[in-house]
């Protein structure tokens, strides 16, 4: 350094560096194999988490050794036996990218330089390993904020000048599985809609969004004067992992002239698994796509994609003028087509990925985790105490422990819940409860890269003998 360091600058960065890298190399190594149970979080680390906001500059080597300690003590889904909700997968290069990009911390709400063409690279190589033809598209948070993206741009297309004049005394809806995320009811919401605004289309036998109730819905609609302004499907749904038939649903779209958006958050990466691929026919006539980088493509939060197969309607709904934002020439600002104002460069970590592991690797791991979801079912449909809940179309899997055999009803959804709560207290499993048609299940979903076929053996012997030992208890509710 040239210059006397400022106090707010670290005075001995290698060091600090080197620091880092052992509690980077600690973390990795711990999610190597599954630790046999979780830390405690002992009483001198509860202290320092309850003391007063520092006024004086502290140590920084103790300060991030308590980080490790506090990050270790906290649920990672990049160990290899987590399997609660969709968790994420913690690729190496990920982190990697993380620190380097936080260190430039450039901007994408403007003109960000060589960032910008980095982004619209990795946005064009997502598009291309799920087979979309996008011609617009933003990185965003998390597939929540991808759906609102999409559904504000649907909106502003399907009512003009929305945007401005408000929705009020235009009756609109928007139209999604009854086992759609919960984020597009919120999307709705906040686009002005109002979420009775939602129309929830029944399911078929496989948890498929009922095209013939979507067509009914629609119609019924229209004859009433209520504009529709999406159709959303979900390819792998959160609960199970069911994909909406997305060829018939962009055919009905198609006769309708209506936006069909696909929230592929979770499952829309394995449609650029050959094997998986056809069960994903009809994504690529999506108008808008979703989807989470930050789930089955394996880097750290917060990290989505929203993609559109024209170009336009971002702009039209979130293109503005500000004294504070001009325009360079005709050229747009980041901010004229998205939600967000300050962004950070998100892609930097998928594009890392895709550069390290290339997309081949990216896919093997995909499919893997598909199997695991199957060799777990198998082993639960095979099991005389389990009871498999879904057929699993992904790698979700929902099933429940049957007892001793003697509950039912009420009784047995004490069980499993009881079940599920011994599982994560135990923790050398994680998973999460959950409830499929009104049962009360425990619920795995795979997507670490990190876990094992003999790991997945590992996880059901786990779960019978905490299920054997659960059962010996009477459950509160079971009388
Ligand atoms: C199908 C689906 N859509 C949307 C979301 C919301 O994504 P995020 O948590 O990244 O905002 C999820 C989260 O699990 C999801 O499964």
Redesign the pocket.
């Known amino acids: 350094m040239t210059r006397p360091p400022h106090p707010l600058e670290l005075i001995d960065r290698e060091r600090v560096l080197e620091l880092l890298t052992q509690h980077l190399s600690r973390a990795w190594e711990s999610f190597d194999r599954p630790r046999p149970r979780e830390p405690e979080l002992g009483p001198a680390l509860v202290q320092r988490l309850s003391e007063a906001l520092p006024a004086a500059p502290g140590d920084p080597e103790a300060s991030l050794a308590d980080i490790a300690s506090i990050l270790d003590a906290s649920v990672s889904p990049s160990r290899p036996l987590y399997a609660a ?2 968790g994420s997968t913690g690729l190496e290069a990920g982190v990697l990218a993380g620190a380097l990009g936080n260190a430039y911390d450039v901007n994408l709400a403007a003109t960000a330089g060589a960032a910008e063409l980095l982004e619209n690279q990795t946005i064009r190589w997502v598009a291309e390993f799920v087979g979309y033809p996008v011609a617009d598209g933003a990185f965003t ?7 609102l993206t999409a559904l504000t741009a649907a909106r502003e297309h399907a009512l003009p000048g929305s945007r401005f004049s408000g929705v009020s005394g235009r009756p609109a809806a928007v139209y999604c599985s009854e086992e ?5 009811a919120r999307a709705v919401e906040v686009i002005g809609l109002g979420s009775q605004a939602l129309r929830r289309i029944p399911i078929d036998a496989d948890r498929r969004m009922r095209v013939d109730a979507l067509r009914a819905a629609l119609d019924a609609d229209r004859r009433a004067g209520v504009v529709p302004v999406a159709v959303v499907a ?5 609960l199970t992992g069911a994909i909406d038939p997305l060829a018939e649903v962009a055919d009905v779209c198609a006769e309708r002239g209506v936006w069909m958006h696909v ?5 829309g990466p394995a449609a650029g698994v050959p094997n998986l691929a056809p069960r994903f026919a009809g994504l690529e006539r999506a108008d808008s796509l ?1 989807i ?1 980088a ?2 089955w493509l394996g880097v750290q ?2 990290c ?1 994609v929203v993609m559109l197969s024209r170009q336009g309607p971002l702009e039209s709904a979130f293109a503005h003028d500000e004294r504070y934002m001009l325009h360079a020439g005709v050229a747009a600002n980041g901010v004229d087509s998205t939600l967000e104002y300050s962004r950070p460069v998100r892609s930097l970590k998928l594009w890392l990925a895709f550069r390290v592991y290339g997309a081949e690797l990216l896919r093997d791991w995909i499919e893997l985790t598909v199997d695991h979801a199957r060799i777990l079912a198998a082993g639960l449909a095979a099991h005389p105490r389990f009871e498999l809940l879904n057929d699993p179309a992904l790698s979700v899997v929902c099933f429940r422990h049957l007892g001793d055999g003697s509950l039912d009803g009420a009784g047995l959804d004490a069980h499993n819940l009881e079940l599920a709560r011994a599982i994560m207290a135990d923790g050398r499993v994680y998973l999460a409860p959950a409830q499929v048609d009104g049962k009360t299940c425990l619920r795995v979903c795979f997507m670490n890269f990190r876990t094992t076929i003999d790991q997945v053996g590992e996880m059901l012997r786990v779960i019978e003998e905490l299920a054997d030992r659960a059962g010996q208890a009477v459950p509160e509710t079971a009388s």
């Open positions: 909700y969709i948070s998390g597939g929540m904020t991808s759906n759609s995320h919960h984020s597009v979900t390819s792998g749904t959160t929230d592929g958050a979770y499952g979703t989470d930050h789930k939060k917060s989505s």
